[in-house]
């Protein structure tokens, strides 16, 4: 389904390459991972096979080439700009594992070099690629690749989406009866409704209106931009405690408080009746154990492993309100109330078995057609993705931030967050043409959250006057 989809991840470090103990780590860890070792080959009829075979890492691990005194001019720049580049990069030679390491051996202002890992997204998810690295932070050849590589999570209580549980035995009843019926109804005429709505913007039925943000034909094949900045994940908490909301609510809130910002100003008129909706594919882990896996864990084989590697994911169609509040903190409330909405529902769930079995009936052309108009029918993606709460280290060399983001989808705009230790990263990828104000765009981010931020430290201060 993910045809020509690549996952890029910018690994920023807190000293200078040494590649001797790189290359001694990648050989026990990324090269002895199944999939990072193995080519997709199609033999016949069905559908493609993983096959095992050698890995040359010297076919993997490239140093670029670049001009010394465009680097020496702005180290930040020809960062961006050579991360830009492998977007337009050809698609991956398939007698070789999918995956490249970029080495780019300069400081920059964030970080003392940088390591860039372009992953075809066959490979794996945001979830199973987090775990993965972290096996790469655990030393160089005398790693342990069935070594913890994250804390145990603990296990959902209930599924992601759906209807919550009974009441406990005190609120047993014919009150207590009635509430549960009426939430299992509304479960299935939510589920009814966003599937409808999921199915019709497959068909091309449903689309978008078209606004700054909306992609030309063709997007998919244009360049691409990564822009990025960290923001104090501390601000974040702040404002979902004082909310009492999430911090996925947030995060969309946010979101949709720098669109609208963007959005209003390139419309040149500040007249919030003219808002619109903008809507995202959301992926959604659909492991029943959230978070950061072992990655031994992940790889062990089994009908009864549900944290098994891979593409684990559901969709879900989430909407982005484009309006100007005169308080910022509608934009989290509204927010919440949208998600609240989407949670008591089983869209993912029921996506995820349509994709599975559209692929299995029909084939893998038509199920990447379908993936490929809803995503064409929407008008940004959006994805958020928890990190390491401590710090940690790439064979030796301390971890500065981590940004991942993706390209190859055909969308003009992608928004990632990667929170890491007390830090969570925006990563922005555009459309180089569509958005030579793309810094402004993510200068919109960091604005919005110190307004909402504000907020909530107004309304804090006007509840204990009261």
Known sequence: ??????????????????????????????????????????????????????VNLE?????????????SADPDRALEDYVASLSTLPAMDQSRPLWELHVLDFPTSEAASAVVFRIHHALGDGASLVSLLL??????????????SAPDARRRTRPVYGARAPRPAWSAGAVALAAWAVSCALLAWHTVVDVAHFVAMALGLVRDTPTVFTGVKGVEFRRKRFVMRSLSLGDVKLVKNAIGCTVNDVLVGVTAAALSRYYFRNLGDHDANKGTCLRS??????RPTPGIQNLDKMMESGKHNDLKWGNRLGYIILPFEIAMHEDPLDY????????????????????????????????????????HRVVSSTTVQFSNMIG?????????????????????????????????????????????????????LLDDFVESLELIRGATSTSFRAKVKD
């Not at 096996?135 to 913890?148: L, N, Q, S």
């Not at 109330?337 to 029909?362: G, P, W």
Request: with cysteine.
């Open 332 to 371: 989290i409330r509204n927010a919440k109330k949208t998600i609240d909405r989407k949670k008591h529902s089983l869209e993912a769930i029921i996506t995820h078995v349509m994709t599975v079995m559209i692929t299995k009936l029909f084939g893998i052309e038509v199920s990447t057609s379908l993936f």
């Open 59 to 71: 076919d993997h691990i490239i140093v670029p080439d670049l001009d010394p005194a465009a680097v």
């Open 135 to 148: 096996t790469c932070t655990r030393g160089g050849a005398t790693a342990d690749p069935k070594a913890p």
């Open 1 to 54: 389904m993910f045809h020509d989809l690549y996952i890029v991840s910018v690994v920023g470090l807190g000293a200078a390459i040494d590649f001797d103990p790189v290359r001694a780590g990648l050989e026990v860890t990324l090269a002895g991972h199944p999939r990072f070792r193995s080519v997709r080959v199609l033999d016949g009829p069905g559908p493609p096979r993983w096959v095992r075979t050698t």
């Open 281 to 286: 594919v959301l992926l959604v882990n659909l």
């Open 388 to 440: 390491p709460t401590e710090p940690i280290e790439f064979y030796g060399h301390p971890i500065a931030y981590i940004a991942p983001s993706a390209f190859g989808h055909p969308s003009a705009l992608t928004i990632h967050w990667q929170s890491y230790m007390d830090t969570i990263r925006t990563i922005l990828a555009v459309d180089d043409a569509q958005f030579p104000d793309s810094h402004q």
